[in-house]
Every structure is written in C-alpha cells, then in structure tokens.
C-alpha cells in the first residue's frame, strides 16, 4: 500500500525557517520517473503547487516561491525534504506532500497533510 | 506561468442532477489536465488525467472532456457523496503545475 506522511512543526515564527518532512512506503524514490510535489491550501482556499522532485534528481520550483524553497530526497530514508525561508503569516497552510506515478501524470496519492501556523 | 479558471465558483445542485464543471487554460496544455475532489479535512482525490482519463476506482459517473484550453467536468447522475469542492490542474510544464480556484457543489 502506498503512503505518504507529512511532517514537521505546527507553529513557526515570522522570517523563521519551515522544514518539512514527506515519509513514504509502499515505493521507492529510486523507481524511475517517479516524482513527489509538495503542495499546500491556506485556510478556505485553493490548492497552491510548490514543488517538486524526480527519482532522477531533477528538480523544480513554483516561480512565485523559488528563491524562498528548496527540495531534497534521502532516498535511503524514504524521505523528501522541503525548506521554506523567511516565513509569514500568510504561508500559513495545510502543507501537503504527493506523489507523481511517472513524468507526465498528475498528483496520484497524497499525504494527510500537516497544518502550519506563523504567529509570532 | 499558466492561469487556470474554473466556473462556477459554487454549484448547488439536487441529488441526482447532471452537473458540469468548466474550466479554461491561459494557453493551450494539450491535454495536460486533471481533476481532483477534495471534501472538507481531507486531501485531494485524484478522479480524471490527461483530461478524460478516469482514475482506477473511480465511479463511471465521472467524466472528463476537452483539450487545448478548455476542459469539463461532468458528473451524469450526482450523488450524496459527491458534494465536494472540485480542482482542474494542469500538468503540461516541466517547470511546474497550477490548479483552478475550486467549484464548490453544494445541496440545493
């Protein structure tokens, strides 16, 4: 059975740094053209994309967001990594990671999602 | 970027009805989009890709049309549990995804 599970703090300070963590079972970030997004939903509004990153290492970023994310994987952990920088009020959201069955297909499984608030 | 607008915002519709849901590209994705169904508390479903495609699982009342920049989804017979919030996305750029504003269907 395929799973993901987000994770990661439920409070962060303004122009503090978010790191979160996406565990998943049931495949491996090694399977070729496999690919895991984050994507995240403010209270009461749309699904925003993030980003993204491949089994082969390639990577991509939402132009809006791009200088404040990075995107990793430890494919021995099963994990993937996002970092989001110098956090604010409004990036609070439900955080959520999903997977990409191949290149060219859409989100297929998604985590549970994890709720983010930025108060100080 | 490309822009994803979908309409109506919010549907009210009685058990039963056929209900569609539009929406449009900024520019042409081929058939690059997908629909997802999302109830309140709960991550998105994936129901359609490549733009009619129905996801395994899914119920035949689903179904997805359309190509370039315009795109529909319709349920043919709606039913208690589809009243959901409804997302197009399209997936044609290597250098990222977008979703559309939502379609609440709502009870009438």
């Known amino acids: 059975q395929v799973t993901l599970k987000e994770s990661g703090p439920v409070l962060v300070k303004p122009t503090e740094t978010l790191t979160l963590t996406c565990t998943v079972s049931g495949f491996s970030l090694s399977n070729a053209r496999m690919g895991v997004s984050w994507i995240r939903q403010p209270p009461g509004k749309a699904l925003e994309w993030l980003a993204h990153i491949f089994s082969n290492d390639e990577k991509s970023y939402s132009t809006s967001l791009k200088s404040r994310l990075t995107i990793s994987k430890d494919t021995s952990k099963s994990q993937v990594v996002l970092t989001m920088t110098n956090m604010d009020p409004v990036d609070t959201a439900t955080y959520y990671c999903?997977?990409?069955?191949?290149?060219?297909?859409?989100?297929?499984?998604w985590g549970q999602g994890t709720m983010v608030t930025v108060s100080s | 970027d490309i822009q994803m607008t979908q309409s109506p915002s919010t549907l009210s519709a009685s058990v039963g009805d056929r209900v569609t849901i539009t929406c449009r590209a900024s520019?042409?994705?081929?058939?690059?989009l997908a629909w997802y169904q999302q109830k309140p508390g709960k991550a998105p479903k994936l129901l359609i890709y490549k733009a009619s495609s129905l996801e395994s699982g899914v119920p035949s009342r689903f179904s997805g049309s359309g190509s370039g920049t315009e795109f529909t989804l319709t349920i043919s017979s709606l039913q208690p549990d589809d009243f959901a919030t409804y997302y197009c996305q399209q997936y044609n750029s290597y250098s990222g995804e977008t979703f559309g504003q939502g379609t609440k269907v709502e009870i009438k």
């Open positions: 520019q042409s994705i081929s058939s690059w």
């Open positions: 999903a997977r990409i069955r191949y290149h060219g297909f859409p989100f297929d499984i």
